[in-house]
């Protein structure tokens, strides 16, 4: 089993890069795929990318080309780089860690959660 805590959300004005953290605890990171998912209240949990045990990433359309997700398996962290970011990706981040192999878009197709970073763009 393994406890995530994600870091680094806050206000940023459009345009504007952030990077979002994600440490791994109670478990060793590199038997997982980790990833990303977003939400805003009321709707449901988005994918946003992730990176499997052997560090290939995918995206969601929507952020392809402005985010990039790595893994630092020595350090148990995940990171979310943000670019170019836009007022719809405002939502809360959620990092997530599965075993599930293949297409993993789904929010039941992760088994460990964190609490959430809440990213708000605006001007």
């Known amino acids: 089993q393994v406890q995530l805590a994600e870091s680094g959300g806050g206000l940023v004005q459009p345009g504007d890069s952030l990077r979002l953290s994600c440490a791994a605890s109670?478990?060793?990171?590199?038997?997982?795929?980790m990833g990303w998912f977003r939400q805003v209240p009321g709707k449901e949990r988005e994918f946003v990318g992730d990176?499997?045990?052997?560090?290939?990433?995918s995206y969601a359309e929507s952020v392809k080309g402005r985010f990039t997700i790595s893994r630092d398996n020595a350090k148990n962290a995940l990171y979310l780089q943000m670019n170019s970011l836009r007022s719809e990706d405002t939502p809360v981040y959620f990092c997530?860690?599965?075993?599930?192999?293949?297409?993993?878009?789904?929010?039941?197709?992760?088994?460990?959660w964190g609490q959430g970073t809440q990213v708000t763009v605006s001007s």
């Open positions: 109670g478990g060793t990171m590199r038997r997982y795929h």
């Open positions: 997530a860690a599965t075993t599930v192999a293949g297409s993993r878009i789904r929010p039941a197709d992760w088994y460990y």
């Open positions: 990176v499997n045990r052997s560090g290939a990433s």
